[in-house]
């Protein structure tokens, strides 16, 4: 390696770090907005930070436009920032989803010349992506109309992610009046259990076959009971996780149905997402292919029982869409969240790699 290269290599891991150290949790993003927006103003970037608290930084003024958003928000948990003795970064957000936007400044910051006169990059680190209001794209779907997208998101620096599940959150409540233990009846608890039981054994059956992303995952995310005396609450929240074949619109629609024979339940729904599968052979995908092969790797597509923001810009951006990143996704959100710098610069230069060939042409069936 060059020591060009070296310096480069060095640079965008000291991005990360320094990005990691910040903290950002959903709507307290602007201390790294500022930090990364800076970064790449620095770097040749006209950057700046927008009305949704999204730090954005374009280069290149070809006819192509590549979208490149990835978030910057992370969720709660203090993790002590480190690089151990193996080279991995320890911190909240290195994997989910600091080390995949930082990889896609650092790869934008290094494209050539040629690439820069044939396509325009614009990298976005959102806002709030881990709360209900993808506040961060939301905004930018409705002022930016790309040719070809990349979300940064952990799929490894082999891993091409296709689509993600749907979501919908459903919240329960039960009310009925105070009586004895003894006595018969149902209790606001047993009512709201009911709904739970109803609403798992539809979620049991519902979808189509194709392993776990085509059915509906169910789970209970809160649950509590009370009372005064007087009258008994209950309440929970349950969340739902959609195949393309079950839209949330229809999903809720099934639940009012088979709920509406509870007179003490009333119900609410929130986090409406629809569910999102790309196609895998297009210009994108042949030349994120041919990159992670001149690496050394073995491409391999994945789908995710989770979402991300992918599943808020789909139906605005109908263009080749991927999810890209360094990073294991079955550490995000753990209190062991962690980093391999070794796969960062991979990843890094299979992005360099592929936006180039696909800004120039230069991609290939692989």
């Known amino acids: 390696m060059s020591s060009e290269a070296t310096g480069a290599a060095q640079d965008a891991r000291d991005l990360l770090i320094r990005a990691v150290q910040i903290g950002s949790l959903s709507g307290q993003e602007g201390p790294v907005a500022a930090f990364l927006s800076g970064w790449m103003a620095a ?19 070809g006819p192509l436009t590549v979208a490149l958003l990835g978030h910057m928000d992370t969720v709660p948990g203090d993790i002590p920032v480190h690089v151990d003795a193996h080279g991995v970064l320890h911190g909240r957000g290195s994997v989910d989803a600091k080390g995949p936007l930082c990889a896609f400044m650092a790869a934008v910051a290094t494209l050539p010349p040629e690439a820069l006169a044939a396509a325009r990059f614009v990298v976005i680190g959102a806002t709030e992506e881990e709360a209900p209001s993808s ?40 009310q009925r009046e105070n009586f004895h233990t003894a006595g018969e009846g149902s209790s606001a ?81 929130t986090g409406h997402e629809s569910a999102v599968r790309h196609p895998k052979d297009n210009a994108l995908t042949r030349a994120m292919r041919v990159a992670i092969r001149a690496q050394g790797g073995a491409p391999v597509f994945k789908v995710k029982t989770g979402t991300s923001d992918m599943n808020v810009v789909a139906a605005h951006w109908p263009v080749p869409t991927l999810a890209y990143g360094p990073g294991d996704s079955a550490l995000d959100h753990t209190p062991e969240e962690r980093l391999d710098l070794a796969e960062f610069d991979r990843s890094v230069a299979v992005l360099r790699e592929a936006l180039t060939r696909l800004a120039t042409g230069g991609t290939s069936p692989a």
């Open 43 to 61: 770097r040749g970037f006209a950057a700046r930070v927008d009305e949704a608290g999204n730090a954005v930084g374009e280069r290149g003024s």
């Open 135 to 174: 506040r961060g794209a939301r905004h930018v779907r409705e002022v930016l109309r790309p040719d070809v997208v990349l979300i940064g998101e952990p799929s490894g620096w082999e891993g091409l992610t296709l689509g993600y599940k749907g979501r919908l959150v459903v919240k329960v409540g039960a």
């Open 189 to 269: 608890g047993d009512d709201l259990t009911e709904a739970w039981f109803r609403v798992r054994a539809w979620a049991a059956g519902a979808g189509e076959p194709g392993g776990v992303f085509g059915g509906v995952q169910a789970t209970v995310q809160d649950i509590m009971s009370s009372t005064d005396g007087l009258t008994q609450q209950a309440s929970g929240t349950f969340g739902l996780r959609l195949p393309p074949a079950v839209s949330p619109d229809a999903a809720e629609a099934t639940i009012r149905e088979l709920l509406a024979d509870l007179d003490s339940v009333t119900v609410t729904f």
